[in-house]
């Protein structure tokens, strides 16, 4: 069974740092990836990083230099390391399995985790 979990939220002062675990359970072994994704007005979604399952990392261009994204195979979580923080980055970080092909076939989100950064 398919289970996805984020945690390591909170509040921390601008330029500060945080990092976000998700634990995953019950992927395949290919054919899927895993992305951190942040609330927006009007309930879209910002993609923020992901990574695949042959291990390819990806960081969009606003996260660059600040964020990092990593993996703990022994652990089955996926960490989004947060430095220099800043006000805007305030939002809830959700995280996705996106499973491309079998039985399991779909996305799989967690409940989201709350980040927030004081000025």
């Known amino acids: 069974q398919v289970h996805v979990e984020e945690s390591g939220g909170g509040l921390v002062q601008a330029g500060g740092s945080l990092r976000l675990s998700c634990v995953v359970s019950?992927?395949?072994?290919?054919?899927?990836?895993i992305g951190w994704f942040r609330q927006r007005p009007m309930n879209e979604r910002e993609p923020v990083a992901k990574?695949?399952?042959?291990?390819?990392?990806y960081v969009e261009d606003f996260a660059l230099g600040r964020f990092t994204i990593s993996e703990d195979n022994a652990r089955n979580e996926v960490y989004l390391e947060m430095n220099k923080l800043r006000p805007d980055d305030t939002t809830i970080y959700h995280c996705?399995?996106?499973?491309?092909?079998?039985?399991?076939?779909?996305?799989?989100w967690g409940q989201g985790t709350q980040v927030t950064v004081s000025s």
């Open positions: 996705v399995l996106k499973i491309f092909g079998g039985s399991s076939a779909g996305d799989y």
């Open positions: 990574m695949w399952a042959n291990g390819t990392r």
């Open positions: 019950g992927r395949p072994l290919s054919d899927w990836l």
